[in-house]
């Protein structure tokens, strides 16, 4: 790319970007659509799929905590291969982006 713009916040990104100042944003999903509803920019801004990389979240504990890494561990894992883990993530999007509008 011959120029990268970098800003200093989400919602700076894509004021930028509904005003045709750039052409291109890069985003995690969740945090695009929050800020694209938030501010109105449905009309002027859209998503392109299919996304350009997964990156793997990991889960973090303080030190105190150190006994329940294994468990949490092993419910992550569990919640994963159910499927439960995706619906709650389903979920928890769907509900902060439908009222983040409002």
Do not use: C, W
């Not at 005003?19 to 920019?41: P, Q, W």
């Not at 889960?59 to 294994?70: G, K, Q, S, T």
């Not at 709650?88 to 999007?93: H, I, P, S, V």
């Amino acid at each position: 790319m011959p120029r990268v713009e970098a800003v200093t916040s989400m919602d700076q990104l894509m004021e930028i970007l509904a005003s045709d100042r750039i052409e291109v944003a890069v985003s995690d999903e969740f945090s695009g659509l929050l800020v694209i509803r938030r501010r109105h920019l449905d009309k002027a801004i859209r998503p392109l799929f299919p996304v350009l990389q997964h990156i793997p979240l990991y889960h973090f504990l303080h030190e105190r905590h150190a006994d329940l890494v294994p468990r949490a561990g092993k419910v992550l894992q569990d919640m994963a291969a159910s499927g439960e883990l995706e619906r709650l993530r389903e979920a928890f999007t769907a509900h902060m982006i439908n009222t983040a509008g409002q």
